[in-house]
């Protein structure tokens, strides 16, 4: 892999241009003709527990539209909080909103807030929505010293604006870190990124690929197998993800790619034909199956071509939050907002053939709910 796989991301705020070492994920419509040995066997052969994925309401998708969630191209936080609030209550049937937060996460859980930061301060998932999450976490007693706001790389976290000074009180961790010289390695020659996998968990496939010295910080490990991060499988006890409405070709990234490329290591080597495959097995796993017990999709603002890079001329305002905590419903209900808009600016005539391949696959793990005619979507006033 060189560096012309790197998506360049543009800084608004500095107009900066930072290099970020992510292969984009562009669905071809092409699946390998041979699937890889893998290990989700495994993943399959371990007993669920009553937090597993679809959650407590499979199949249901609380859909909030507003107009005036965006004016002159920036998110009203206001406005995103009142979003939020009439989401989490249609969503539960709930009167009083801290009883329906308290439905997925209580004062004693280790909460992860699963963010995508990859497309810098153009286009990551909004503080406006995060911020009222952490509000309406806090209303519902949940401490702020029990909010940990994640991704895989710790740079980009901070570039999109997820640190101490916007956050104060909250622990932002990523699993891919340098140190404060900007060295990705120890006094002892080892990735510092090294302390932050847990090779207890993996996802095996018969896949690899060789990185070279600039890419290996953000891979951590060469070789066929990709570990869980530890922030996923030992620091949180319950994980919301909140991820971004974009699209991958002509497939969209929201909350499953948020979870199956964003909790390992070793990612590149399962782009191009298997990222289908990926995006589902992985979250087959415990460490996340079992913990994302919620996810609030920031289709707010997002993209309609050129995802899951950040291209300006290619970023909407779909004015929209989507809560769920079946993540395959809520991708799928996503999925048709992006195609719609695609086939509007004629980008594409029509849905093409295995762009929710990665959500059949997820069903069929028994993982949520694929079929559109099955999903219930309540649209929220």
């Known amino acids: 892999m060189d ?20 292969i984009k994920a562009a669905d071809s419509g092409i699946l390998p003709e041979e699937l890889p040995e893998t290990n989700i066997k495994d993943a399959i052969a371990i007993p669920r527990t009553k937090n597993s994925m679809p959650g407590r309401y499979p199949g249901k998708v609380a859909l909030c539209k507003r107009m005036d969630s965006v004016v002159q191209g920036e998110i009203v936080e206001s406005v995103a909080y009142d979003m939020l609030a009439a989401s989490m209550l249609s969503l539960t049937g709930r009167r009083k909103l801290s009883r329906a937060w308290r439905e997925f996460v209580s004062p004693k859980d280790i909460i992860g ?17 995060v911020k009222s999450i952490i509000r309406q976490l806090e209303e519902s007693g949940i401490s702020r010293s029990n909010i940990i706001i994640w991704d895989r790389r710790e740079e980009e976290l901070h570039d999109a604006g997820f640190n101490s000074d916007n956050y104060p009180g909250i622990k932002i961790l990523g699993t891919e870190y340098c140190d404060e010289n900007g060295s990705f390695y120890g006094s002892d020659g080892k990735l510092l990124s090294e302390g932050r996998i847990d090779r207890n968990w993996y996802f095996y496939a018969d896949v690899e690929e060789k990185y070279d010295a600039y890419t290996i910080p953000y891979m951590v490990n060469e070789g066929k197998y990709s570990y869980y991060s530890k922030i ?34 070793n990612t590149a080597r399962l782009h191009k034909q298997f990222w289908h495959h990926t995006s589902a097995y992985v979250c087959a796993f415990p460490p996340v199956r079992d913990k994302v017990v919620l996810n609030i999709a920031d289709a707010l603002k997002g993209c309609f071509d050129g995802g899951p890079g950040a291209n300006p001329q290619f970023i909407c305002e779909y004015n929209s939050i989507l809560v769920g905590s079946d993540p395959v419903a809520v991708d799928r209900v996503g999925h048709d907002i992006v195609i719609n808009k695609r086939i509007q600016e004629g980008i594409q005539s029509k849905d093409r053939e295995n762009s929710t391949t990665f959500l059949e696959l997820a069903r069929d793990l028994k993982l949520g709910v694929s079929d559109i005619e099955k999903i219930e979507i309540i649209n929220v006033k």
Do not use: Y
């Not at 560096?3 to 992510?22: C, D, E, M, W």
């Not at 620091?235 to 919301?240: A, G, L, N, Q, Y």
């Not at 971004?244 to 490329?261: E, V, W």
């Open 3 to 22: 560096r012309r796989n790197f998506i360049k991301v543009v800084s608004v705020g500095s107009l900066a241009i930072a290099t970020s070492p992510i």
């Open 113 to 129: 807030l699963k963010v995508n930061p990859i497309g810098g301060k153009l286009l990551s998932t909004s503080h406006a929505v």
């Open 232 to 265: 996923c499988t030992q620091e949180v006890t319950k994980i919301i993800n909140v991820p971004i409405l974009k699209n991958a070709g002509s497939a969209i990234t929201c909350c499953m790619k948020n979870l199956g490329f964003g909790v390992i290591t």
